[in-house]
């Protein structure tokens, strides 16, 4: 794609188009990290009306939620929006950098998690055993070449659908210029690099950047610092996070998607301009 110039295809992504896109993926991604908030667990849907099994089905299992991952959730989703709307602004005006809440919140509640044995005592869930270490890389296995082919194009041209759409968000939000050609070369050498390590298709996520985002993250210094962390983790400090609730995870998703979700009130202003827009989103 990228030696084809294949770029040239994202003028077809306007604003409204990507705006509406990602505001659908927010309410996905939202549907996947609600089950984790209460502790239930759902039947998992494909294809269409997914959004409305996926809610059938939690409000169904409600009865059978976990009171103390629910506790912790609205706990957690009270204070990261305390200082999300509250703290942080006052900091980053005073002094330019914000309050790392999440962090915060992660460490206290995995200590808390492990000292108070949230787990075994509450049945709540947990990250549990992370698997430490990488593969050795080898040479990729050429056989099935032309059998993975044809699922590969498309899963390719998905993958750039969804980092541009989520690029083109983030730089209208942010005010910073994007260079399709250039994003598709990196897609590029990344999976090239990664295929020695027997990765799975890598794509820019939605949820994770709306966290980056929510935490003013700007230059690529706070990619190499997340992928340095996470590094870290894979090699070393992965026992440490065994007793994270996975209900604080979702909490943080939760907050860091409402800027996603306030999109839906342009909704207006585009049927009043361009109903094809309209349309479109």
Not at 46 to 73: C, H, Q, R, V
């Amino acid at each position: 794609m990228a030696l084809l110039q294949l770029h040239i295809l994202t003028a077809y992504l306007s604003n409204h188009l990507v705006t509406g896109f990602t505001t659908a993926a927010s309410f996905h991604v939202l549907a996947s990290q609600l089950p984790k908030l209460i502790s239930v667990k759902i039947q998992s849907h494909m294809g269409f009306f997914k959004l409305g099994y996926i809610t059938y089905d939690l409000f169904k299992e409600i009865p059978t939620l976990n009171w103390m991952a629910t506790l912790i959730s609205i706990v957690s989703i009270t204070f990261l929006m305390i200082g999300k709307y509250f703290i942080n602004p006052e900091m980053i005006m005073n002094f330019k950098v914000p309050v790392p809440f999440e962090l915060i919140l992660v460490i206290t509640t995995t200590l808390l998690s492990h000292f108070f044995n949230f787990h075994d005592d509450y049945g709540v869930s947990i990250v549990s055993t992370i698997p430490t270490g990488i593969p050795s890389p080898k040479l990729p296995d050429f056989s099935s070449f032309f059998v993975i082919l044809p699922k590969a194009i498309p899963i390719a041209v998905v993958i750039f659908g969804v980092t541009l759409s989520v690029l083109k968000l983030f730089a209208k939000k942010h005010d910073y210029k994007v260079n399709p050609a250039q994003d598709l070369r990196a897609i590029a050498c990344i999976h090239i690099f990664c295929s020695f390590f027997s990765c799975h298709p890598g794509s820019g996520s939605l949820s994770r950047s709306a966290v980056a985002s929510q935490l003013g993250s700007k230059s690529q210094i706070a990619g190499i610092t997340s992928a340095s962390v996470v590094l870290i983790v894979l090699l070393w400090a992965g026992p440490f996070l065994y007793d994270l609730p996975r209900c604080v995870l979702a909490s943080i998703i939760f907050v860091a998607l409402q800027s996603m979700f306030v999109q839906v009130k342009e909704l207006p202003k585009l049927w009043k301009t361009s109903k094809i827009d309209f349309k479109s989103k």
